[in-house]
């Protein structure tokens, strides 16, 4: 005390005149000192303060979330995002997720004013002092403002540790928490937190692990999990239950250790939840698992009109079309039928072959791979050790266990000729087809201990299903393997339709030229020479032979390529590839005789709209794939509901029925040129016709096959009353076409037929009812078109419009009421054959 007022009387002292006091002398440059600390202070504060978030952002707390994609029965079928997270509500997270957080990371949250000293003080301690290990002292305030920090400027620079970065992030952080804790109370900076953390496993917040590690919301897990979840903060990759298990399980001993110290829970509580066992899933690849081709055309599609980076962070919920059960319906049916017109182009050889000394290392990696991630594979390699001398069987090793394949089982596997017809060539020994030493693809047999050859497809296939009432795309498929080509060969793919095409040109003839089942045309050679390239062209039909004079509906039962040209003659090639154009195909038409054999490349989205507009009656057909946007807030950014979507709310559904009264769609044909080109399509699809095999589906079918003559592609488009589906088989590439037995009828048709028959099942089919009462029926010969009379064996019930019947036996038409009279009777057929090379009918 005596020292304190010695020292003050000597710095008030007076020193004589002229002189100041020496507190005075001090008290000035300490002032100076002051300010220019100060303005440093400040410029530091300033330029460290810089770029941080607005404090509005956690205010109106609105983070990247993922955007979702529904299928048209509600189910998830795809994700997007940059960081997977679902904010939810304080009060939707259980008060033990809070707890168990605050005791293993800050149990001295609710006292502290956003930085624990000591805390800062302990853990430098323990890192820089006794290099013990690595130890933290932020708070949950500075975890939430160093997660702000790492979303709005990178996960690496919000974790920079060393030199003047490291520097700059610490006190960075440190301005963030302060205004944290000074615009918010506890329980919106412990919300936020609990929002913002990243948890490992794709996940941010601690719903986002709920979901990813356990399936379950947030406020539905157990005291384990919720420990779990808890411990993983501050190290997420090292106490990964997946990678690191016996860690994460010591992780989550800590957090019940604390949970039980802090009083949250008590010492049985914490003993039975130590001891339940760490049971989480993988992430589900729901993109891929579930509907990939479908997915990737609505993010496409998404990314185009809204922006990616709109998509992987602003949350949207997207509802599609499809129909979840119809599209692995369509998948399985297309697989299935891939891998069978695979086979028929023949084994295209082993995956490899080893020699002796390799075997015991590949048999022992194969066990290892079965045992892990090969455990439900069902196509699998195996080791060739031997084949039996008459080829019937070979012997196989998969890993540890021992098989037979059975020639009889490989029926399939000639070598590869696309000269051969596989209907009439089976393969009966296995001498030439695999070797001792071989490593091949097989499945199990029926029989136990026995297996199936098999081979990974180079066939691709594609199938549009689509509701002609609403317009949805119930199911889509673009390929055999999204995995190995996301290219979507339903939408991307333009490929020659051959036959399929054949419907638009001779519904262009009804409609334009008067056309009806019983016009005539000659099945008869034609040659036409193209003076640009002095090339001569002689198309002929499938069977390569000709019949001569046929009705229309003949032509088109059978598929005849001679009498198709004849009728885009009567046409006209201009007139006929604008109708095309009009009836919804978008690429471009080959204006020459070749385009009534479907010459001309399409997308096989478009045909199938064109087949739904015949469904439709003439009326143009749009396709929707994606049903309705919403955005964050529940807002709709646009809705395609329509008033047929059994999914859709009742005031949505009234909503869009009467949006509908001012969206008329189109109308491209006569109802009346529809249905008649409809009617004839029914006929196709039964036997003999070539989509005959449709038949099996019991239900009323319109339809058409299509083959290249090349036999490149293979088509079916084909329709019921509900449910218009489109099929196309083939190589991506033109090297080599398939077999003669390829046909539409034989390849794309089976696949079309197994998804029909499970998509409509127990879904009954109307028949095909005519527009109107310019509908009549006759009764006909059917290999003439003629009036059936007393002699016809089998007559045949055909459509007709009204006034362009087939005379009766006298030659009179019978005439509809009020309708002109017929001036003149059907052509001869030699008149026929003449006005048809001139384009006179």
């Known amino acids: 005390m005596d020292f304190i007022l010695r020292v003050y009387r000597r710095l008030t002292a007076d020193r004589g005149p002229g002189k100041r006091p020496l507190w005075v002398l001090i008290a000035i440059p300490c002032a100076v000192v002051a300010v220019l600390a100060s303005g440093v202070l400040v410029a530091a504060y300033i330029a460290f303060a810089r770029g941080l978030p607005s404090i509005d952002w956690a205010r109106h707390y609105r983070p990247p979330i993922v955007s979702t994609i529904w299928s048209g029965d509600e189910q998830l079928i795809g994700e997007f995002y940059n960081e997977r997270r679902v904010v939810v509500p304080y009060d939707r997270i259980p008060k033990r997720m809070k707890q168990a957080v605050i005791a293993s990371e800050d149990a001295g949250f609710f006292e502290h004013s956003g930085v624990s000293y000591t805390g800062l003080l302990r853990g430098l301690y323990q890192t820089y002092l006794r290099h013990k290990r690595i130890v933290g002292g932020s708070t949950l305030s500075q975890q939430t403002a160093k997660a702000i920090l790492a979303s709005a400027e990178g996960v690496k620079a919000a974790h920079e540790r060393h030199g003047m970065a490291g520097v700059r992030r610490k006190i960075r952080e440190f301005i963030l928490t302060r205004r944290l804790e000074t615009n918010f109370d506890k329980e919106h900076i412990l919300w936020l937190y609990l929002n913002e953390v990243y948890l490992g496993h794709h996940s941010y917040g601690v719903q986002a692990a709920a979901e990813n590690y356990f399936r379950k919301n947030v406020w539905e897990l157990s005291l384990p999990e919720i420990a779990l979840i808890a411990g993983l903060p501050q190290a997420p990759t090292e106490f990964s239950p997946f990678a690191h298990p016996d860690k994460a399980k010591n992780r989550r001993s800590y957090v019940l250790r604390r949970m039980t110290e802090e009083g949250m829970i008590t010492q049985e509580e914490r003993e039975a939840a130590d001891a339940a066992p760490i049971k989480v899933y993988p992430v589900q690849d729901i993109f891929r698992e579930t509907a990939p081709y479908v997915t990737e055309h ?7 009109r809204y922006t990616n980076d709109r998509l992987l962070n602003d949350g949207l919920k997207v509802y599609a079309t499809v129909d979840l059960e119809r599209e692995h319906d369509a998948i399985a049916a297309t697989i299935r039928g891939v891998i069978d017109a695979d086979k028929r182009q023949g084994y295209r050889g082993a995956l490899m072959h080893l020699q002796p000394r390799e075997w015991d290392e590949f048999t022992r990696k194969e066990q290892a791979f079965l045992e892990g991630d090969g455990a439900h ?16 069987a070979a012997n196989i090793q998969i890993g540890s266990q021992k098989g037979v394949i059975q020639a009889s089982s490989a029926w399939w596997a000639r070598k590869p000729n696309p000269e051969v017809n596989s209907e009439y060539y089976k393969q009966t020994s296995l001498r030439g087809v695999v070797t001792a030493g071989d490593v091949v693809l097989v499945r199990p047999a029926s029989r136990k201990g026995e297996w199936e050859l098999e081979q990974e497809p180079k066939l691709q296939g594609a199938a549009i299903s689509v509701d002609p009432n609403s317009g949805y795309v119930v199911a889509m498929i673009g390929g055999y393997d999204f995995e190995k080509s996301e290219f979507n060969r339903a939408f991307q793919a333009c490929r020659q339709p051959g036959s399929a095409f054949k419907p638009l040109v001779y519904s262009a003839a009804i409609e334009q030229r008067n056309f009806t089942a019983s016009t005539i045309l000659l ?69 020459d005789l070749s385009m009534a054999l479907g010459s001309s490349c399409v997308y096989l989205s478009d045909l199938t709209g064109v087949y739904a507009t015949f469904n439709r009656l003439g009326r143009r057909a749009k396709m929707i794939y994606l049903r309705r946007v919403l955005d964050r807030d529940g807002r709709i950014l646009e809705d395609h509901s329509s008033f047929y979507d059994p999914w859709t709310w009742e005031d949505d559904r009234i909503a869009a029925g009467y949006a509908k009264l001012f969206d008329v769609p189109e109308q491209v044909m006569t109802p009346e040129t529809a249905f008649l080109t409809q009617q004839l399509m029914t006929e196709v699809c039964k036997p003999p016709g070539t989509g005959g095999r449709a038949a099996a589906l019991g239900k009323p079918v319109a339809g058409k096959t299509g083959t290249t003559n090349d036999l490149f592609d293979a088509w079916f488009m084909g329709y019921t009353r509900d449910l218009v589906t489109g099929v196309w088989v083939g190589f991506d590439t033109y090297e080599s076409p398939m077999d003669k037995y390829a046909t539409g009828g034989h390849y794309a048709l089976p696949i079309w037929l197994d998804y029909m028959q499970k998509a409509l099942k127990a879904v009954p089919q109307a028949d095909f009812e005519a527009p109107s009462e310019k509908i009549v029926w006759v009764d006909v010969d059917g290999d003439t078109g003629k009036r059936a009379t007393a002699e016809t064996r089998q007559p045949v ?37 003449d006005q048809m090379l001139k384009g006179g009918l």
């Open 523 to 591: 099945d008869a050679p034609i040659v036409t020479d193209d003076d640009t390239t002095g090339r001569r062209w002689k198309p002929e039909n499938y069977e390569q032979e000709f019949v001569g004079e046929v009705p229309v509906r003949l032509a088109l039962i059978h598929s005849m390529n001679l009498p198709a040209i004849r009728t885009l003659q009567a046409v006209g090639v201009k007139s006929a590839a604008a109708w095309a154009h009009k009836l919804g195909i978008s690429t471009k038409i080959n204006e």
């Open 298 to 304: 609505i993010r496409r599609d998404l990314v185009a």
């Open 797 to 833: 019930r055909e459509a007709y419009l009204k006034g362009n019947e087939p005379p009766d036996e006298t030659g009179a038409v019978v005439v509809a009421p009020g309708q002109p009279p017929q001036q003149t009777q059907a052509p001869t057929a030699s008149q026929a054959a």
């Open 377 to 392: 594979d069902e196509v699998i390699a195996a080791l060739v050790t031997s084949v039996e001398k008459k080829g019937e």
